[in-house]
């Protein structure tokens, strides 16, 4: 069996594995994904009247359509905490010294918790789309190249935040700091331009709130399922992607290949 055939293999299993733990445990899947769903109701249902008027005064329908797609970016970056924290429970639990000890492709152990995560983050979006939906979401207007488009983007920070997650996980001594850490992922979303224009809001704040991960995403998003000008935000969203991917990547790599915890 070929090197290639081996890390498949040895990552499908791992893959199983952790996904195996989600379904047995998914206490802490549902408490993360619920985040998303009670701001998504909350500033709807609440502040949806008032919060209209910083987006043309358009009413509740306007502002839900303007308010999904950052919530759906949140969405990911609220779930991909449940990586870090199961990372850096097997660290400190020591199966990785176990799993280091036997024959398997070392970077299988790292594949499965990213790739398990990814498709936990597509599935809470789709379930968190399906509410905004429910409420009053629609795009008519936007063709099926760009709705390709639009999932394309969503996993592909899907695997960027994973990784920036799994390493966070891991420079963590215990669960509990895990999740600590991993906090910024859920709270970027909150100073980005998920919920309100970054014209709105005070000059010193903007560029803050401009040039950060979140805001280009949620932009080209927005481009894509409701027809709003993309401009560069799309190039922008590429390179953010690509680039936490990359750190993300050789941070946990470079974690890993040390002595376990």
């Known amino acids: 069996m070929s090197s290639l055939s081996l890390a498949l293999r040895d990552s499908s299993t791992m893959l199983r594995r952790n996904l195996l733990h989600a379904r047995r445990y998914p206490s802490l899947t549902l408490n993360l994904l619920m985040t998303p769903v009670m701001l998504l109701l909350l500033f709807v249902y609440i502040f949806g009247g008032a919060m209209s008027g910083g987006i043309g005064g358009g009413g509740r329908d306007e502002y839900i359509a303007y308010i999904v797609p950052g919530i759906l970016l949140m969405t990911i970056g609220s779930t991909v905490v449940g990586a870090a924290v199961s990372v850096s429970t097997d660290m400190s639990e020591g199966i990785i010294a176990r799993f280091r000890t036997m024959a398997i492709h070392r970077s299988s152990v790292l594949i499965g918790h990213v790739v398990g995560s990814v498709l936990q ?67 970027l979303p909150l100073i980005s331009s998920a919920f309100t224009p970054i014209a709105s809001m005070p000059g010193w704040f903007q560029p ?26 799309g190039w922008l969203a590429l ?16 974690q890993f290949k040390r002595d376990p915890k």
């Open 239 to 254: 390179g953010w992607s690509i680039a936490l991917i990359a750190l993300g990547y050789r941070w946990s790599t470079a």
């Open 121 to 187: 983050s597509i599935a809470s979006v789709v379930l968190v789309g399906l509410v905004g939906v429910a409420i009053g979401f629609r795009s008519t207007d936007a063709s099926v190249l760009e709705w390709l488009a639009a999932f394309g983007l969503i996993a592909l920070y899907a695997l960027a935040l994973t990784w920036i997650a799994v390493g966070m996980g891991m420079a963590s001594p215990n669960a509990e700091a895990a999740s600590n850490s991993a906090m910024p992922l859920i709270l």
């Open 208 to 233: 803050i709130a401009e040039y950060q991960p979140f805001t280009p995403a949620i932009e080209t998003l927005r481009g894509l399922l409701l027809g709003t000008e993309i401009g560069n935000n």
